[in-house]
């Protein structure tokens, strides 16, 4: 782990998905199978504007007398009372994959729009719904933007070094993320300097300086039980005299509900005045990193999430969910333990995994 040899490319999300990939495609095929095995619908008890009415005419005399059968056959109409029976499988098989409720709700909410009260060629059905399904997520999902390109512009424009400020819960993986951050940026001819502002837990102070050590990244820290708002302080003073374009900043991350961390946070943010806020957050713990997220912006107004272990999770609702909720981007995911399983995050690719 963390060793400069075992660096690998940064994997695939392979397993993310496992679950929700194949039951919403057998979700869809059940729904399109039902839909074909009901009678046509006789002409006489559907109900037709005058002006509906001659327009089909028009249309059935351009076709010949088997395209008129053929699509007679194979037309359907999905009614309310079904549609309402099948989007209670779906919400279920999305809440059991970590979507979040409101993600739900909006999910259920497209589809029912696309399909319901349209005449639906049956065939169709299926890549209808997995086509509305898939546009509704991807539009779900924030834009990323990109930090390199940030930094650029504050440089165009300041001699101050660009502060990233990191919050989220501990455990997630904040330290580890903010470590391949620094590795990132440093592939991207970005030095960067941390500073080790979780003075609450003496171990995640020793953990950054191991991985500053491995990656020669300077990390700025004081005794454990300091100022934070200092600490962050020394690092861009630190990053000023050096010409170091980029400050990382570490917070504490006890618990997201304890009014403490966050007054905290809020004065390193009024000391330190961070160009952005990113929290990070794991994939697999869904609705709970999904609430995280929402205090953290709440309480200090986030600009992205990093959501990491993605990896290890084969559910993926979270990762639909977080943006949404949040209405910020997910600008990373990562991948794995080592400095560049990190992946920018790119919604065509994600939402692509989904197999729709
Ligand atoms: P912190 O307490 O939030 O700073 O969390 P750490 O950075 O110490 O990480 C906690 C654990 O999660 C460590 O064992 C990390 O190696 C692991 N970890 C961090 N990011 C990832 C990731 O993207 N994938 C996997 N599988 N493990 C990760």
């Given at each position: 782990m963390f060793t400069k040899k075992s660096y690998k490319r940064a994997k695939h999300v392979k397993s993310m998905f496992k679950f929700l990939k194949e039951k919403i495609s057998s979700w869809a095929k059940k729904f399109s199978k039902e839909e074909a095995k009901k009678p046509e619908p006789r002409e006489e008890i559907r109900e037709k504007s005058e002006k509906q009415q001659k327009k089909i005419e028009v249309t059935e005399k351009k076709e010949g007398f088997f395209e008129r059968i053929k699509s007679k056959i194979s037309k359907t109409e999905i009614s309310e009372q079904d549609f309402n029976k099948y989007s209670e499988d779906l919400q279920n098989l999305l809440l059991e994959n970590n979507v979040a409720y409101t993600a739900v709700e909006k999910i259920i909410w497209e589809l029912k729009r696309h399909v319901l009260g349209k005449e639906l060629i049956k065939k169709e059905i299926e890549s209808e719904i997995k086509n509305t399904l898939r546009d509704t997520i991807e539009e779900m999902m924030m834009n990323p933007f990109d930090i390199v390109v940030k930094v650029a512009e504050k440089q165009a424009n300041s001699k101050d070094p660009f502060v990233i400020l990191f919050v989220g819960i501990n455990g997630t993986g904040k330290t580890t993320t903010i470590a391949k951050i620094a590795e990132y940026l440093k592939g991207k001819k970005l030095q960067s300097v941390i500073a080790?502002?979780?003075?609450?837990?003496a171990a995640s102070i020793e953990q950054l300086k191991k991985h500053g050590e491995k990656l020669n990244i300077k990390i700025i820290s004081q005794q454990y039980g300091s100022d934070p708002a200092a600490v962050g302080f020394d690092a861009i003073s630190y990053a000023k005299k050096n010409h170091i374009p980029v400050v990382l900043i570490d917070t504490a991350g006890r618990m997201h509900t304890a009014k403490n961390l966050m007054k905290e946070i809020e004065k390193i943010s009024n000391v330190c005045k961070p160009d952005l806020k990113l929290f990070i957050g794991e994939s697999i713990t869904g609705n709970d990193s999904v609430e995280q997220a929402k205090s953290f912006n709440e309480a200090v107004g986030i600009d992205g999430i990093i959501l990491t272990k993605v990896d290890v999770d084969e559910k993926g609702g979270t990762a639909v969910s977080v943006s949404y909720v949040t209405r910020r981007p997910i600008l990373f995911l990562g991948t794995g333990q080592n400095y560049q399983d990190l992946e920018p995050f790119d919604k065509r690719k994600f939402t692509e995994k989904l197999g729709l």
């Open positions: 080790a502002a979780d003075t609450f837990r």
